[in-house]
């Protein structure tokens, strides 16, 4: 489909321009970086790129990259990581992410926090000017132990309506690679010029929230690519 050639061209542009010999690559979680994957595959087989390691965000990426024979590690055999790229659920106009569609956004931040260098990769579909336009909520990675008081507190303190995320195929919530719940956040829209900043910080300040979905001042570029073919590199 042209969204998921649209994807497709963005992590291959960006692989390309960013992803060199010796790169200590943190590789993100989700259906754009399953080509980010693919391209690492190709180069790293084909001899074009040699000597990387990939530390991955997820449990799924980590079996993406294991199954493609591409050098796979951690945090802890390599700490300090050159470059990170990743997808993302929405990208606004100073380069804030909302991430977390997939769930994976503890050992995402984690892994983007560790890297010299952060870049997104997203189809067009992400491409908006203020947070909300695009996406909905901002996933938030709580302990179980909080999640029902969180719940509450987090509507009557920042606004908006919380709900757990529900698993489809078991009963009950998702529970995350980390063993957590997630809460969905669905932010008020219609908030003019919200210091997402503040929110971060207050948030990151609430006991039983283990980490959100907010990447606001770590963007270092966004590769957007569009069903027609083109794509673009925004350089923050
Ligand atoms: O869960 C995540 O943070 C993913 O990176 C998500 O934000 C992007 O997933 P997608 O590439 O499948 O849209």
């Known amino acids: 489909t042209p969204i998921e050639q649209a994807k497709k061209l963005a992590a291959f542009a960006c692989a390309e321009k960013h992803v060199h010999n010796g790169c200590r690559l943190g590789v993100g979680s989700g259906s754009t970086v399953k080509y980010l994957v693919e391209y690492l595959k190709n180069a790293y087989t084909s001899g074009k790129l040699t000597n990387i390691v990939c530390i991955p965000t997820s449990f799924l990426t980590k079996q993406w990259l294991i199954n493609a024979g591409l050098p796979t590690s951690d945090l802890d055999s390599y700490p300090e990581l050159d470059v990170c790229i990743d997808g993302a659920d929405e990208v606004d106009a100073q380069y804030t992410c909302i991430k977390g569609g997939g769930g994976c956004l503890a050992q995402e931040k984690i892994v983007q926090n560790a890297s010299k260098h952060f870049y997104v990769i997203a189809d067009h579909l992400k491409d908006s000017q203020k947070l909300g336009d695009r996406y909905n909520f901002i996933p938030i990675e709580v302990l179980p132990f909080a999640?029902?008081?969180?719940?509450?507190?987090?509507?009557?303190?920042?606004?908006?309506?919380?709900?757990?995320?529900?698993?489809?195929?078991?009963?009950?919530?998702?529970?995350?690679?980390?063993?957590?719940?997630?809460?969905?956040?669905?932010?008020?829209?219609?908030?003019?010029?919200?210091?997402?900043?503040?929110?971060?910080?207050?948030?990151?300040?609430?006991?039983?929230?283990?980490?959100?979905?907010?990447?606001?001042?770590?963007?270092?570029?966004?590769?957007?690519?569009?069903?027609?073919?083109?794509?673009?590199?925004?350089?923050?």
């Open 147 to 236: 999640a029902q008081p969180l719940l509450r507190s987090i509507p009557a303190k920042f606004g908006g309506t919380a709900q757990l995320r529900d698993a489809v195929k078991k009963c009950g919530p998702i529970v995350t690679d980390n063993g957590n719940f997630i809460i969905d956040w669905s932010f008020e829209k219609n908030v003019e010029n919200r210091n997402w900043q503040d929110v971060q910080i207050k948030l990151a300040n609430t006991p039983g929230i283990v980490e959100t979905g907010l990447f606001i001042g770590v963007t270092d570029a966004v590769f957007f690519a569009y069903p027609d073919g083109s794509v673009k590199e925004l350089v923050n």
